[in-house]
């Protein structure tokens, strides 16, 4: 996905939601995965079988839609091209509500190569090997711990998730009644041996299950000296080992302390995405605290700076999804634009009534809020960035900040 802009990996995502929101009654939707090279007269001549099989099918509704998506998808490849990383047709009879359905068909170019052909006829389309593509592979192996408690857990992409957390029945440093000093520090150093032993054991078990081609390497956190313990007896396996990256001082060993060590190794972990991205946030956060004028947020203000040329950045999040609407009433006399916030799949609601004369609005344009921001910052030669919501200031963008934000080139007063 690398190779990917930032703009047509989101169009990318946004396809595969709007795919996945169609559903089909029966096994009456069509995913035709066709990879680079493959013979299209192969394909015809198995849809005409395909074609005729369908007419065993009992009910009359589903073997009409099922034969009427198979006719669709073979009048098509009369005139494909296929492209250089393959193509997959989507078509079928969707269903609407009210007991309806509807004929559709979308078509995708993948950002990678299709590596087999696949025909897949469910009540849902198939998408897997494109849900795959958004994948982002590269990994790392995190390890917070201390004498009390570790916590196992995986950067894959942007998302960290914890996978195991352990509590040690090490003694504190108080001995008990009748044990002799040099006796009870044996003991406790046994304990403490013995935990970070079930912590290489867990870690190695967790992350020796990740594909090592996209193994990056492993982080360790937690407080001096235990880090420094545990690495130097090399208490994880031995092609572990070799890809330790760093050792970083955190204050917690739960599962909050992965989020912590993932901050605290920054500077190791620069070139990654995620990094890129929180940078940027907090850099658009110091402005905003630091009340210079050069941070601004919300369509509306973003949208003016944009159309001055004051905008450096523009961040947008991967998770916002709007459309910019042309209402207008049908005498003439009344217009307005205005942005929806919209749910793949979700039922449009009503356009609302004129203010003037209380006719119905007709919807006469729609444009998508963020390819229409996007043009508008490429004349403007701003940079736009898109922001996940797989981290906690990323989220904080959607959530809080309406899913647009910008740093300014200058305070503009607006």
């Known amino acids: ?4 802009s930032a703009h047509s990996k989101y169009e990318f995502k946004k396809q595969l939601e709007e795919l996945r929101s169609k559903k089909g009654r029966g096994t009456e939707l069509i995913s035709l995965y066709i990879p680079p090279g493959k013979q299209i007269s192969d394909i015809t001549s198995q849809l005409r079988t395909e074609h005729g099989q369908a007419s065993n099918i009992k009910s009359k509704v589903t073997k009409d839609n099922v034969q009427g998506a198979l006719e669709s998808l073979l009048s098509r490849l009369r005139y ?27 078509i995708v170019e993948p950002p990678q190569p299709i590596v087999t052909y696949r025909y897949h006829c469910d009540s849902s389309f198939f998408l ?60 406790r150093l046994i304990a403490i041996h013995d935990f970070y032993k079930r912590i290489g054991d867990a870690a190695s078990e ?21 880090k420094e313990e545990f690495e130097s007896g090399e208490f994880l396996h031995h092609e572990l080992q070799k890809k330790m990256l760093g050792l970083f001082d955190v204050a917690y060993t739960d ?24 940078k940027l946030m907090q850099r658009f956060l110091t402005e905003l605290v ?27 999040s991967e998770g916002l999804r ?68 797989d981290f906690d ?9 309406g899913g647009i934000v910008a740093i300014l080139r200058f305070n503009t007063g607006v």
């Open 206 to 226: 967790v992350f020796l299950t990740v594909d090592h081609k996209d193994f990056e390497g492993v982080l360790i956190g937690g407080p001096s000296p235990t």
């Open 322 to 389: 709007a459309e910019r609407l042309t209402l207008q009433c049908p005498t003439g006399d009344y217009e307005s634009k205005e942005t929806r916030k919209f749910t793949p799949g979700e039922q449009e609601s009503s356009a609302g009534n004129c203010p003037k004369c209380g006719s119905t609005l007709e919807i006469v344009e729609r444009v998508d809020t963020v390819d229409e921001l996007s043009e508008l910052a490429d004349q403007m030669a701003t940079d736009v960035q898109f922001i996940s919501t």
């Open 290 to 316: 630091s009340d210079s004028g050069k941070a601004a947020y919300g369509e509306a203000q973003v949208r003016e700076n944009l159309s001055i040329g004051a905008v450096e950045v523009l961040m947008i």
């Open 1 to 4: 996905m690398s190779e990917q």
């Open 393 to 401: 200031e990323g989220s904080q963008l959607l959530n809080a900040f």
């Open 128 to 187: 897997e090997p494109l849900e795959e593509m958004l994948r982002d592979a590269k990994t790392f192996g995190l390890l917070v711990l201390d004498r009390r408690e570790a916590t196992v857990g995986l950067l894959v992409g942007k998302h960290i998730e914890s996978y195991r957390h352990l509590t040690s029945a090490v003694p504190g440093k108080q001995r008990k009644g009748g044990q002799s000093a040099h006796r009870f520090q044996q003991l």
């Open 255 to 278: 599962e909050s302390g992965l989020a912590e060590l993932v901050n605290a190794a920054s500077e190791r972990l620069s070139d990654i995405d995620l990094m890129v991205e929180k």
């Open 80 to 106: 494909v091209e296929v492209p250089e990383n393959g193509i997959v047709f989507f078509t079928g009879a969707v269903d609407i509500g009210a007991n309806k359905t509807n004929m559709e068909s979308m």
